[in-house]
């Protein structure tokens, strides 16, 4: 979607190592939101965002940490990288909780 | 504390039958209701929602969904499906916790066969 893009698309990394993933929109959406997908569970809350430097916890937030210093940027680490973390992550916004979510293309993360 | 859980991981139907794919929620609050799809090496799509007042909703590609309250359910569904329509679809629930956070179930991978 023109409004929210995720970088990179790809990536393979090795086990240990941070990874800094990117999602960043134009539409000045109050909240962020970043998810993992597996086969079987569906996508998972990581950590959200509801204003810049305002983040909190998901459900699945062991070894990840976020920031948000622009309301447009909204930045997923892993601090150190594990084969478990390999997964597709989804950047989502809203500017309500009536609206529905607008997703991100996704980023493929493979960790050898 | 919410939840989803949708009853079927996967739905083989024929072009032009028709399909529903089954979705129940649990919350302690009251709820918005959201039908995603997702084709494949795609991001989610909003297909239909539910906020209030009538409890059927019709959304996008002939989509529609009925809320239902006293079963806690919202079932999506579709008349004619088409090939195009192979996807996977994931029901979700929206509550005001103080942050608009979003539960998804699992996911409803529907595969239409010629």
């Known amino acids: 979607d023109a409004g929210i893009t995720q970088s990179p698309r790809h990536k393979v990394t090795e086990t240990g190592t941070p990874v800094t993933l990117r999602c960043h929109q134009t539409?000045?959406?109050?909240?962020m939101y970043w998810y993992r997908q597996d086969p079987g569970h569906g996508l998972r809350l990581i950590h959200y965002?509801?204003?810049?430097?305002?983040?909190d916890k998901g459900e699945v937030s062991d070894g990840y940490s976020v920031s948000r210093s622009k309301t447009e940027d909204f930045l997923l680490t892993l601090e150190s990288a594990t084969s478990s973390q390999t997964s597709v992550y989804f950047c989502?916004?809203?500017?309500?909780?009536?609206?529905?979510?607008?997703f991100g293309s996704g980023t493929r993360l493979t960790v050898v | 504390a919410q939840s989803v859980t949708q009853l079927d991981s996967q739905v083989p139907v024929f072009e032009e039958a028709p399909v529903e794919l089954r979705c129940n929620y649990s919350?302690?609050?009251?709820?918005?209701l959201f039908w995603y799809v997702q084709y494949p090496n795609q991001g989610l799509q909003l297909l239909l929602k539910?906020?209030?007042?009538?409890?059927l909703v019709k959304g996008i590609n002939g989509f529609e969904a009925e809320f239902n309250k006293s079963q806690t359910s919202f079932h999506l569904r579709k008349p004619s499906v088409h090939i195009s329509d192979t996807a996977e679809y994931f029901c979700?629930?929206?509550?005001?916790?103080?942050?608009?956070?979003?539960?998804f179930g699992a996911g409803t991978r529907l595969f239409v066969k010629a």
């Open positions: 539910y906020l209030s007042g009538s409890t």
């Open positions: 989502a916004i809203t500017g309500t909780g009536d609206q529905g979510y607008t």
């Open positions: 965002s509801y204003g810049v430097k305002d983040t």
């Open positions: 919350s302690s609050v009251s709820v918005y």
């Open positions: 979700a629930v929206n509550g005001y916790t103080g942050g608009f956070k979003t539960i």
């Open positions: 539409e000045n959406h109050r909240y």
